[in-house]
């Protein structure tokens, strides 16, 4: 079992966001001092759980939790929080030694609110402010994440309607970095991607959105992309990346209009650095998971949507070709995580055999840590902390 050591870790919130939420350590880190926290589903949507997994052993708690498919989890200090999105609209808090009993249950629905809000997740500023991104909404919640009770959790928002006709932008992913927050929108008509994505920039001190080009109408980052997925801090700059699916259309063929681009943070201007062909000529298929390593190596996966799909590494700041990973091709995969060891956590979403293989990458070719972490269910989104001293 997992028991937090002291209650000043049991209240410590550290910043997570979207996929590139490790959070940065100053001192060598224990294995044994890493948890990851997994939010998976059934292979049939029919359910959905947690997984915490301790980072040395690999033993994993699974089934915690207990809930619908369509959730993220964000890890926080001796905490972790369980966002269920579409239909229940709920954010949940718990401790990781009591992680079946909420601390914190908090709708994402405001009183006025005709639509669901589908929660897409929470971005942590401090122990007590972070931003919830509400993708069937055109406001960012901002919040309070140490809340004793449900009135206490919503301390204001953000308006982003602007991006998108119907009021409704899609934002469905963000991170924070050097005091702005960036959120990713789609910015979809009727489910279809038609139009470039873009990402709005937020001062997180006045919470008011910065005007980064020559349009106030709308005032984020254009994107050379539609439909993007993830937000990825570049570990040696203050750069971003960004990944995008490219989307469907109204009938729900894919769209190759994705790709990954590079925001850079001082020009507000973001660069189309790997594009994903056309229909008739997909270079990778459609873009999938993007994690950064170090600023010249990163992973992402792309092939079929909702089908196979291949691990690839790249360097960020070179036009050589991304290389497959020997063994990652055409395979059933899923999140891609990178711990506070920068070992690559990679989901394995088998039907039959679902869990998490961990790599080495820290030399020229990747070599297995573990083959195989056993969730139970398939992993969908990994989250990671540091928590010393906790006894499993």
Known sequence: TLRAATAVLAASLISACSSDSTPAASAPVDAGDVVAVVAARAPDF????????NGDSFAAQNNLAATASDIVVRAAGAQFFLIERFGLTTVKRFDLDTP???TLTASTQDAGDMDDSNPADLILLSPTKGYLLRYGSGTVWIVNPSATNEAGFKTGE??????DADGVPEMIAGVIDQGLLYVAMQRLESFASVKNGYVAVIDTG???EIVTGDDPALPGIELPLRSPTGLVRDPASADLLVIGSGGFDGSFAPQFEGGIARIDTGAFTAELRLDDGTADDPT???FGELVAVTGSRA???AGIAFGPQSLYRFNPLSDAAPVVVDGFEAQSLGALAVD???RLWVARADADAPGITVLDVSGDAETVVRALIDTDLMPINIDFEIV???VR
Request: aromatic share 12%; no cysteine; proline share 9%.
């Open 158 to 163: 953000i308006d982003l309607s602007h991006y």
């Open 46 to 53: 029919s359910s959905g759980a947690v997984s915490l997994v």
């Open 284 to 286: 990778f298929g459609q």
């Open 340 to 342: 506070p060891l920068n």
């Open 299 to 301: 992973y992402f996966t």
């Open 206 to 208: 006045s919470d008011e």
């Open 100 to 102: 079946n009993t909420p």
């Open 388 to 390: 010393p001293d906790l």
